[in-house]
């Protein structure tokens, strides 16, 4: 047995239990992961509620990436060996002791890196890359518009851009978040509690001919689709990839058709194992492509706090309030 957060029901943080549920056993192609730490995502506090289950197969505990050390190989298994450091992209699981992944959606910790922080990224850089680059083709100099840009995507999605040599527009509700995304690159801050976005990234191209953004990476859903349409330029991708501001929306095609604009909706955690867009390959693009950025320190993660696994629900309390900058992580064991 080990130790896990189960829920107790659903509804706020207290239905967080900590419990003994049974070991996983790692099956073909699969590994064990000794887990150190667990990061905390919206998706997790949908899942409390239950609004998010778990797809077919997955764990029905929370935790959708963790770092920690392989503690077990199953048969097919050839890249990784036990005792290698590593951190994972999950299904589900990740708030435990150990976890089983298959070993596609399994990272190297790069050389310097805490776990606890590691904890924090596999989720972030697979939502962020997959979405930025291999779904809406961010390139240099292109205009990027990132909602959220506090949050634990938001924080990285700026860095990333910036590596990608693209120009960076953020929304945030407080002048502490947006000059926290200033010290992270963005270079368009917007307090949308001020602010009208669509009027800012119109402006903010106008000179160069542009007519707004290129790219828009969203977590609002149906309270931003219209204005997000406003705001691109021609040519312009919408990557929706939350949903906090409702599911259900009108969609003005019009607009979209003049602009010769693509609305995409996306998730990570749904998509296959394997196959053409599953997560092994989102899993091989961030190994190849964004994790050398990460080893040389061009991209970091943002931690905005770490608390024990027996603090579940006040981590939850605390990503909820919408005060934190970055991630927050559940250090599970200290490895």
């Keep these: 047995m080990v130790r896990a957060i189960d829920l107790n029901g659903f509804g706020g943080p207290d239905v967080m239990v900590l419990a003994e549920v049974p070991e996983p056993k790692p099956g073909h192609g699969e590994v064990l992961i000794e887990v150190a730490a667990a990061g905390v995502n919206r998706a997790d506090l949908l899942q409390r509620q239950g609004f998010y ?4 197969g ?33 299904s589900g699981g990740g708030y435990a002791e150990r976890v089983v992944v298959a070993a596609t959606q399994v990272l190297p910790v790069p050389d310097g890196l805490d776990l606890g922080a590691a904890a924090g990224l ?7 890359w997959s979405n930025l680059v291999m779904t809406a083709g961010l390139r240099a100099n292109q205009l990027v518009l990132i909602h959220g840009g506090g949050s634990g995507i938001g924080t990285h999605a700026i860095q990333v851009a910036k590596a990608l040599g693209a120009r960076v ?25 001020e602010d009208d976005f669509v009027a800012v990234v119109r402006a903010e191209r106008s000179g160069a001919g542009g007519s707004g953004a290129d790219v828009i ?20 991708r919408l990557v929706v990839i939350g949903m906090q501001g409702g599911v259900t929306a009108e969609l003005n095609l019009g607009a979209l058709l003049r602009k010769w604009g693509a ?23 961030v190994r190849g492509q964004l994790w050398p950025l990460i080893a040389d320190g061009t991209v970091a993660p943002v931690i905005a706090a770490e608390l024990p696994i027996e603090e579940a629900a006040e981590a939850h309390r605390l990503l909820d309030s919408g005060e934190v900058v970055g991630k927050v992580v559940l250090r599970v064991a200290e490895l």
């Excluded at 050839?78 to 951190?87: E, P, T, Y």
Aim: charged share 20%; net charge negative.
């Design 53 to 56: 289950p778990p797809p077919p």
């Design 169 to 193: 527009a953020v929304t945030a509700g407080s002048a502490e978040k947006l000059a926290r995304c200033a010290e992270l690159g963005a270079d368009v801050l917007i307090n949308y509690k």
């Design 263 to 285: 609305v995409h909706a996306t998730n990570v955690r749904a998509r296959p194992a394997t196959g053409a867009g599953g997560k092994a390959e989102i899993v091989a693009e």
């Design 58 to 90: 997955a764990s029905p505990l929370l935790g959708l990436e963790c770092s920690g050390v392989i503690a077990g190989i199953g048969d097919g298994v050839r890249d990784w060996a036990v005792g290698d450091r590593v951190c994972a992209l999950l």
């Design 217 to 236: 990476l969203d977590n609002m859903g149906a309270a931003y689709l219209g204005r997000n349409v406003d705001a691109l330029a021609e040519h312009g």
């Design 122 to 128: 596999p989720e972030v850089a697979a939502t962020v």
